[in-house]
């Protein structure tokens, strides 16, 4: 049973998490690098209202289905095949099926989180930290969701003004604290990627 090394990038919404993680998993050496992203444990909605769910505050830690994220992680670090959901973000439900995973040598952890949790982050082996000005997040969310989940800019910025920057400033901003390497998300996605790489070689 391979026993993978655990590697969370957590940082504010849109800094870059998702791309750097991808970057480095197609550096690492095979035979894989598998990718947890946290956005697939938020809580299923189904019990709540169409209309309601666009209400519910996803920029909290509470937003995440932690006990099943944590044992999933667990499972993974020792090396064990997992299912992972799959989250819906138009009805913000999961589908009905999971995704197998499969851990290798490696084990990305990603999203706004991922350094948040206690119990999560003693399991890892290296804890990146991507750092963005609001400015540039906002940008890319607008971008990112006007087209990939159908919403109005007014929509998306009365979110991020609203919740998703004042929750990044209060639960996201002080896990730079405990990150091993700091990478800028206005920086190419391969010069981050081959700074982790280079802490991975000197450890």
């Not at 091993?180 to 991975?200: F, H, K, Q, W």
Request: proline content about 6%.
């Amino acid at each position: 049973m391979k026993i993978p090394m655990l590697i969370g990038i957590a940082g504010p919404s849109c800094s870059g998490k998702t791309m750097l993680a991808i970057s480095l998993a197609g550096h690492l050496k095979p035979p894989g690098t598998a990718i947890i992203t946290l956005d697939s444990y938020y809580h299923d909605l189904f019990k709540i209202a169409p209309d309601d769910r666009m209400k519910c505050n996803f920029d909290i830690p509470d937003s995440l289905d932690w006990e099943l994220l944590t044992s999933h992680v667990n499972a993974l670090a020792a090396g064990k095949e997992i299912e992972k959901p799959v989250y819906l973000y138009p009805s913000h439900t999961r589908a009905e099926h999971g995704k197998n995973v499969i851990p290798g040598n490696y084990l990305i952890i990603e999203g706004l989180f991922a350094l948040y949790n206690e119990e999560i982050r003693q399991l890892l082996d290296v804890c990146v930290y991507i750092s963005l000005d609001n400015d540039t997040c906002l940008k890319r969310r607008i971008a990112r969701d006007t087209v990939e989940r159908g919403r109005s800019r007014d929509s998306i910025i009365n979110q991020y003004e609203n919740t998703v920057r004042p929750m990044a400033e209060k639960y996201v901003l002080p896990a730079e604290a405990v990150a091993d390497i700091v990478v800028n998300g206005d920086r190419p996605v391969e010069e981050s990627a081959a700074r982790i790489i280079e802490y991975l070689k000197s450890r």
